[in-house]
């Protein structure tokens, strides 16, 4: 397995050196992104696919009388979100679970928000998993996806060539896929190379 394999599952010691990686490397688009996400101070969010735990710390002082859970199938992501959320796990307000996007053990109707950050290149199937994170978001809720790539650049040929299994979406796509799920307001934001995608669950 290449190095950069572990961009889609970390494992072992060059897992752990990608997850640390990402959590510097990630840093400037995740921030861009999540100008466009409104929290309550109070807020429960929960982050797919949480890599290294640095945007579950973002969202935590975002929300610092909420809850932020996160979720991750590699156990060496786990273990390093765990590690930086440290004190908000002991306080109560932060939980992180091993497993996948795809049938998350979480209540139906209970996140205000999920976010997403540079991972839906990766999901299984991804319209099933959209109907996932439907399902768990609150009448009025926001599902967030933020990539560094939006499926407008020639670059984007170079990492799925690189990483096995990986799917570069434009922001047409997601929206496609989103609205199948059920959401609605689907707002596509883009930069040269960044995407930022959108959508609410509807209120009953």
């Not at 959590?23 to 100008?35: F, I, K, Q, S, Y």
């Not at 969202?59 to 765990?82: N, R």
Request: proline fraction near 4%; hydrophobic fraction near 35%.
């Amino acid at each position: 397995m290449s190095f950069f394999e572990n961009t889609r599952k970390p494992v072992g010691l060059g897992g752990k050196i990608m997850v640390s990686m990402m959590n510097l490397g990630h840093a400037p688009v995740a921030t861009w992104g999540l100008e466009f996400l409104h929290l309550s101070p109070e807020a429960r969010v929960l982050d797919c696919g949480c890599g290294g735990g640095a945007n579950m710390k973002r969202l935590l002082k975002k929300c610092p009388h909420g809850i932020v859970k996160g979720i991750d199938y590699s156990p060496v992501s786990v273990e390093k979100t765990k590690k930086v959320n440290e004190a908000a796990i002991a306080e109560g307000h932060c939980a992180v679970l091993q497993g996948s996007v795809a049938d998350m053990s979480f209540a139906d109707d209970w996140f205000d928000v999920v976010t997403a950050f540079e991972t839906v290149y990766f999901w299984p199937n991804l319209p099933e998993c959209f109907q996932e994170v439907y399902r768990v978001l609150k009448p009025g809720g926001t599902f967030l996806i933020c990539n560094e790539s939006n499926g407008d650049t020639n670059k984007d040929e170079k990492w799925t060539d690189i990483i096995g299994g990986m799917t570069i979406y434009k922001g047409t796509e997601l929206k496609t896929y989103l609205e199948q799920a059920g959401f609605r307001d689907i707002q596509i934001h883009k930069t040269k190379s960044w995407l930022c995608v959108t959508g609410s669950k509807q209120k009953v």
